[in-house]
């Protein structure tokens, strides 16, 4: 009966309708299941499932509301600035209201350290970043057509980039021999691949700093990006939706400053901004194409009708990223209490044994657990991840689903819970390392023993993201499930 259902929809249905390249049909969906079922509460349910899956970033929430609290003018919904509410509820250009667009381009320069200056005729809006990867895939590639994607990468991008535009997505494997750095023969295996599997590469996109790594890129691995994509005349995407968030040394380098300092076609290269995890406001769906090509901007902002940012929205922000000493401050607390929660996270899983790659920025870390892993299969990866998140209540995310072909790698968020929910998180890994030490069964061995090598050297493949299952705990930057609560600890 079922079936026959599901056979009737797919005729009666588009074939995008139909497809599976949403990628919420995965095995993956047991975890937030897991978390959905039994979600922690400090008091009302401490047993429960602790959401460490979930890359955002509400840790300077409270100097928002202070803004908010201070500028009442800024929201029409005030008594004292309900006069500008009938301007802001009839405004429909997609060009987006001028001082959101000015506003936008000064923040996106003041992240970069006040070291490029963007225009605010190229800012082109979107439905936060994931409407705008979308929206500028739209304006480079065709159905079939492919861009190159180094792993490990946002498990989304699959969705994202491909499900509505028919783009598909190759892969560049990169590993940990070389703390998963980007390097150009990685990228020209990865390109010679598609080409002799007949695939037309239309582009490059990366996230620089990176999720799930947390890490920056280099200005030479920057500049040897630029050079690969000049040299074969494709496009360069940069998603920079985490430029804000580097809390540490080195600093961000962004590809807007690398164009400054070397020769190259600025028709190839577009940046993806959001604020989604920069001032922690997905909920706003803010998102950003910046590109430096004059037909991608007029036909980008053409497109933009489909994924505006409201005008209530757009209106109350203009307000808060124009006022200069609020941004300043709150950059430079959001990354102190960012570095903070961040050392707190790492030098509790370092006691237990635990090491993460060295990061400095992004609101996860990537946790290297090869060495319990019973062996170095992506199978063994899954079973100690279903471990972790039945027995130790923690729904955090396997490298599989980030496209990482080396198993053992986990993504953990350590943004989106307060001190105390970290703490109990970090009480419940040690218990289960030391379980592990004396040596009940994981289905995993304990962590005394031998490490694998590390100097594993991976193939490169041109497979597809799609061919591979995604984890739907970052199909959408919230639960992609309904009603599903992400606890917040009192
Ligand atoms: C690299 C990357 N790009 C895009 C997105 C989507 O962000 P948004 O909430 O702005 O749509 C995310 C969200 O986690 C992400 O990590």
């Given at each position: 009966m079922a079936m026959g259902f599901v056979s009737e929809n797919h005729q009666i249905l588009s074939k995008i309708a139909t497809s599976d390249r949403h990628g919420e049909n995965s095995a993956y969906f047991e975890g937030w299941k897991a978390y959905d079922r039994n979600p922690f509460h400090p008091t009302k349910n401490p047993h429960g499932v602790i959401q460490m899956g979930l890359a955002e970033n509400p840790l300077c929430f409270d100097l928002i509301e202070e803004w908010i609290r201070n500028n009442p003018k800024a929201s029409i919904c005030t008594p004292e600035g309900v006069n500008e509410f009938r301007n802001i509820a009839i405004f429909q250009d997609y060009h987006g209201l001028p001082e959101?667009?000015?506003?936008?381009?000064?923040?996106?320069?003041?992240?970069?350290?006040?070291?490029?200056?963007?225009?605010?005729?190229?800012?082109?809006?979107?439905?936060?970043?994931?409407?705008?990867?979308?929206?500028?895939?739209?304006?480079?590639?065709?159905?079939?057509?492919?861009?190159?994607?180094?792993?490990?990468?946002?498990?989304?991008?699959?969705?994202?980039?491909g499900w509505r535009t028919g783009v598909n997505l190759v892969t560049v494997n990169c590993d940990s021999s070389n703390n998963f750095k980007i390097t150009k023969a990685a990228l020209e295996a990865a390109y010679e691949k598609a080409q002799e599997d007949n695939i037309n590469v239309k582009g490059l996109i990366i996230t620089n700093p990176s999720n799930p790594l947390g890490t920056t890129l280099d200005r030479e691995t920057l500049k040897s990006v630029v050079s690969f994509?000049?040299?074969?005349?494709?496009?360069?995407?940069?998603?920079?939706?985490?430029?804000?968030?580097?809390?540490?040394?080195?600093?961000?380098?962004?590809?807007?400053?690398?164009?400054?300092?070397?020769e190259c076609n600025r028709d190839l290269i577009h940046i993806v901004s959001s604020l989604s995890k920069d001032m922690g406001l997905p909920g706003f769906r803010v998102g950003i194409v910046y590109s430096y090509n004059?037909?991608?901007?007029?036909?980008?902002?053409?497109?933009?009708?489909?994924?505006?940012?409201?005008?209530?929205?757009?209106?109350?922000?203009?307000?808060?990223?124009?006022?200069?000493?609020?941004?300043?401050?709150?950059?430079?607390?959001?990354?102190?209490?960012?570095?903070?929660?961040?050392?707190?996270?790492?030098?509790?899983?370092?006691?237990?044994?635990?090491?993460?790659?060295?990061?400095?920025?992004?609101?996860?870390?990537?946790?290297?657990?090869?060495?319990?892993?019973?062996?170095?299969?992506?199978?063994?990866?899954?079973?100690?991840?279903?471990?972790?998140?039945?027995?130790?209540?923690?729904?955090?995310?396997?490298?599989?689903?980030?496209?990482?072909?080396?198993p053992g790698w986990y993504r953990v968020c350590f943004a989106n819970m307060d001190d105390d929910t970290v703490d109990v998180a970090l009480k419940r890994i040690r218990a289960f390392v030391d379980q592990g030490k004396r040596g009940a069964d994981h289905s995993s061995t304990p962590l005394k023993a031998k490490r694998p090598k590390t100097n594993l050297r991976l193939s490169f493949s041109s497979r597809t993201l799609e061919e591979s299952v995604m984890s739907?705990?970052?199909?959408?930057?919230?639960?992609?499930i309904p009603q599903s609560p992400l606890v917040r600890a009192t």
């Open positions: 959101f667009r000015n506003a936008v381009a000064k923040f996106m320069g003041r992240v970069r350290g006040g070291r490029v200056q963007f225009d605010p005729n190229r800012i082109v809006m979107s439905g936060g970043a994931t409407g705008a990867n979308e929206l500028i895939m739209f304006c480079l590639a065709d159905p079939g057509d492919a861009f190159l994607v180094p792993s490990p990468c946002y498990s989304a991008f699959g969705r994202d980039l994509i000049n040299e074969k005349n494709i496009h360069l995407v940069c998603d920079e939706i985490y430029a804000a968030t580097v809390f540490s040394s080195p600093g961000f380098v962004s590809v807007s400053e690398v164009i400054q300092e070397m004059d037909a991608v901007v007029n036909c980008g902002r053409k497109m933009s009708s489909f994924g505006l940012v409201s005008s209530q929205t757009q209106y109350l922000l203009a307000a808060m990223l124009s006022d200069e000493k609020f941004m300043e401050s709150y950059l430079a607390e959001s990354s102190r209490r960012l570095a903070k929660r961040h050392a707190i996270f790492t030098k509790g899983l370092e006691q237990v044994g635990i090491t993460c790659l060295t990061s400095n920025a992004g609101l996860f870390c990537w946790m290297d657990l090869r060495r319990m892993l019973k062996e170095q299969k992506t199978e063994a990866e899954i079973l100690l991840w279903l471990k972790i998140i039945n027995d130790v209540k923690l729904n955090v995310s396997p490298g599989s689903s980030f496209q990482c072909s080396e739907p705990h970052m199909m959408s930057p919230n639960s992609p």
